[in-house]
């Protein structure tokens, strides 16, 4: 992602449905941090959360990627995806998720990968268990002054 591409993410991460499992939309500024933050992980970790772009028209669906998470202290590589709300239940997430799966285990050669879940996200809950994924532990984030339990999902690299 670039900065090109803030008007679009405004369109999902300032949309409060599309933002239920972090309990509120992003301001301007939460935004822009957002894209600062990605962009300094590809500058750091050499990848990031990139634009999920359909491919018929050029049209910004969302972003799907990998980001190094904690998860009850330890460092994992984490598959994540958050789509504009007009592109749910299409296909879209699993497509990009399989993608980022396997440029982790072929490209990155990382033994794992993960999905982080707030446990009231059933949609993407579901992504990760067609992702191949299974819950391995539960974690609660405070975020917001808001106590948000989350499910880790995993899948082993077969090569590993």
Not at 5 to 11: C, E, G, I, Q, Y
Not at 51 to 67: E, K, N, P, S
Not at 70 to 95: C, M, T
Request: charged residues 20%.
């Amino acid at each position: 992602m670039t900065a090109a591409d803030v008007p679009a993410l405004r369109k999902t991460l300032q949309d409060q449905t599309a933002m239920y499992a972090y309990a509120h939309a992003f301001t301007d500024a939460e935004v822009d941090a957002w894209l600062a933050n990605n962009l300094r992980r590809y500058r750091e970790d050499g990848f990031g959360l990139w634009a999920v772009i359909r491919q018929a028209d050029d049209q910004f669906v969302g972003q799907c990627g990998l980001t190094m998470q904690d998860f009850a202290g330890q460092r994992v590589v984490e598959i994540g995806y958050l789509l504009q709300r007009d592109y749910w239940h299409q296909g879209y997430a699993i497509e990009a998720a399989r993608g980022a799966k396997e440029y982790a285990f072929n490209e990155l050669h990382v033994p794992e990968v993960w999905s982080i879940i707030r446990d009231n996200n059933l949609a993407s809950m579901n992504v990760a268990i067609r992702n191949g994924m299974l819950v391995r532990g539960k974690i609660v984030k405070h975020y917001y002054g808001i106590d948000m339990p989350h499910f880790g999902f995993v899948v082993a690299n077969p090569q590993a």
